[in-house]
């Protein structure tokens, strides 16, 4: 893997530890704030792909599609800006999901992990079932009764999210370093053979 992806991973790591953080200290604001940017986003999304249908527009094949589609964002990205509490009833089901999602595949990826002999396997998989039960229990709970106990466990299984990309860093080192080693061997024994 290259350096700069590493790098991208470690950020990666820390800015998913940082969001975690931030969101764990302001449960109640975060929801509404999320739904509030993602409003934001599509209204920019649908305002760029509006500018890009007439700059460019004429000589693509599925031009009314990219004007329907900006239309479509730009009129729920102003309704989400305005108004962002019904996105923000959904929210907590969407990031339950995603914690579910991220914890199934972290787990399902340190059996990977486990193959090629990384030692602190365990770990990737105890915070994959952690960000399964936290998922799971942020889907089946009652969020539009409490959305602030939704976000704090969305929270932190954005922490675990961030804390799990970077002990898979350290096992994609590990994994390198075997390969490496491999190579060295493979190499040796050639240059034996040659002589």
């Known amino acids: 893997m290259k350096t700069s992806s590493k790098i991208w991973m470690c950020l990666a790591g ?3 530890v940082a969001l975690g953080v931030v ?3 302001n449960p109640g604001d975060t929801i509404i704030t999320l739904a509030w940017a993602i409003g934001l986003i599509l209204l920019f999304t649908g305002c760029f792909n509006c500018a890009e249908w007439f700059i460019i527009g ?3 094949p599925q031009r009314h599609l990219i004007m329907f589609t900006a239309i479509i964002e730009i009129i729920l990205g102003i309704v989400l800006v305005i108004n962002p509490v019904g996105l923000a009833l959904a929210l ?4 339950a999901g995603y914690v579910l999602f991220e914890g199934l595949s972290l787990s399902l990826e340190s ?3 486990k193959h090629v002999g990384f030692k ?5 998989l105890i915070l994959g079932l952690g960000g399964i039960a936290l998922g799971i229990y942020g ?5 539009t009764a409490s959305a602030t106990i939704l976000s704090t466990l969305v929270s932190v299984g954005i922490i675990v999210d961030g804390v799990g990309y970077w002990i898979k860093l350290a096992g994609i080192n590990q994994f390198e370093k075997h390969l490496k080693k491999l190579k060295d061997r493979i190499e040796y024994v050639d240059a034996e ?3």
């Open 14 to 16: 820390v800015a998913l």
């Open 139 to 143: 889907l089946f709970y009652n969020p």
């Open 193 to 195: 053979v040659v002589e």
């Open 92 to 95: 907590p089901f969407l990031f």
């Open 120 to 124: 602190y396997w365990y770990c990737l």
């Open 111 to 113: 059996f990977d992990f």
């Open 58 to 60: 004429r000589h693509l």
């Open 23 to 25: 969101c764990l200290l």
